[in-house]
């Protein structure tokens, strides 16, 4: 199967990982219908929660705006909360071993880091400090990975002393991100030629999954942030990674709320417009490479979920396989084009409605309408 093709065995999924204790399942439970469980103890959680969580995306109400329908679906993306880290994991101190797994099994990670105070809630390591906690979490996987690295490169020592070719140009490449992993980086950020990638790609390393950042702080620094935070900032300075700011705590409380004006209201008084966990589910999708594109109509305007660079049968496959399978052509709009001209008539008589064939490349926010033939 070519690689961006994706079916529900292989959906992909985000890791959300961090020291124990920092609010990681306490932000998994205000965007997932799954409930893991919070708690004040260190290492009290001993298994991952995994949920299935909706992506949203206010394009979709704007496109109801031009197009009535009896319902709108989200998209959705996997999304796993991992038990929490501590120094010593690699070694299997607390339960960090076995979820060290847990996070190779995923394909991007969402960094929770303790950006609030607790009298109630003392820290693992005895103070709140969430650069220190961010180096602990990266050693533990830059250990685990440096293990990966060298049992590969004693297995290609012994082929190229057999002769293998190929070995000998793999073990260049190992023996690089050896020395990168062992001064404390992550294997994301070696540069290597795209061909280079290969002799690793089988290794699955943990610091090779990009990575965004979320700083947890409490319900005054929703909006603005705090000294953690610009700490976290500070250090992440140059690097090419997404930073967002969540009061977990608060977010949960208004996650529970059951109406939506009620959700608003306290949102506002927050400080903010729209849930910062929204933004991180955003920002994870994007993490995986995924993109939407839509299909609007009077029975549901919905979102789908797609790979970057799908052609158009492989999207519409992403619907049903027989439109995968009979697909004859695609009819496209931009979502920019049908907001500004407001109907499918409209953008046809402006020539902005697109007869694509088997080739196109999808691309995020594109109205397909797929003519099939089975
Ligand atoms: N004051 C405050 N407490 C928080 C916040 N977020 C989480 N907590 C509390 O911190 C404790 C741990 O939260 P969890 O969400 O269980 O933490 P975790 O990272 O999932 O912990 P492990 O799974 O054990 O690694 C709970 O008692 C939460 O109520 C926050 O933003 N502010
Ligand atoms: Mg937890």
């Known amino acids: 199967m070519p690689d961006n093709v994706i079916s529900s065995e292989m959906a992909l999924q ?93 394909d991007a990670l969402i960094h929770v880091l303790r950006c609030f105070d607790s009298e109630s809630l003392p820290h693992i390591d005895g103070s709140v400090n969430p650069v220190r906690d961010l180096e602990t979490v990266d050693l533990e996987l830059q250990v685990k990975d440096l293990e990966s690295v060298e049992k590969k490169i004693e297995r290609l020592h012994r082929a190229a002393k057999a002769g293998d070719k190929e070995a000998v140009r793999g073990l260049e490449v190992l023996e690089k991100y050896k020395e990168h992993i062992e001064g404390f980086n992550n294997a994301r950020t070696l540069q290597v030629k795209d061909d280079e990638k290969k002799y690793i790609d089988d290794l699955f390393l943990l610091t090779m999954k990009p990575v965004i950042y979320v700083c947890n702080v409490d319900g005054k620094s929703a909006a603005s942030g705090n000294s953690y935070v610009e700490k976290v900032k500070e250090f992440l300075k140059g690097k090419d990674t997404e930073i967002l700011v969540i009061a977990g705590a608060v977010e949960a409380e208004i996650a529970e709320l059951e109406s939506a004006e009620d959700r608003m209201a306290f949102l506002a008084d927050a400080g903010l417009k729209e849930p910062g966990v929204d933004k991180m589910v955003r920002a994870a999708f994007r993490l995986l490479n995924l993109q939407t594109f ?20 492989q999207a519409a496959g992403v619907i049903h396989s027989d439109l995968e399978r009979g697909f004859i052509r695609a009819e496209v709009m931009k979502y920019n084009d049908f907001m500004t001209l407001g109907s499918e008539h409209a953008c046809k008589e402006a020539g902005k409605l697109y007869i694509e064939g088997k080739n196109y490349i999808v691309e995020d926010g594109d109205i397909l309408h797929i003519r099939f033939n089975v």
Request: glycine share 12%.
């Open 294 to 313: 839509f299909t609007v109509g009077p029975k549901e305007i919905r979102a789908w979920t797609m790979k970057k660079g799908m052609t158009a049968p």
């Open 14 to 106: 985000c890791g959300i990982i961090g020291i124990t204790n920092v609010g990681k399942t306490t932000i998994f439970n205000c965007i997932s219908n799954t409930r893991g469980e919070t708690n004040a103890f260190a290492f009290s959680a001993t298994k991952s929660n995994i949920g299935i969580v909706q992506v949203p995306d206010p394009r979709l109400y704007e496109l109801e705006k031009h197009q009535e329908t009896e319902k709108i679906v989200h998209t959705t993306v996997e999304i796993v909360d991992i038990p929490g880290l501590a120094r010593g994991s690699n070694k299997g101190e607390g339960v960090g071993n076995r979820f060290l797994g847990d996070i190779r099994n995923t």
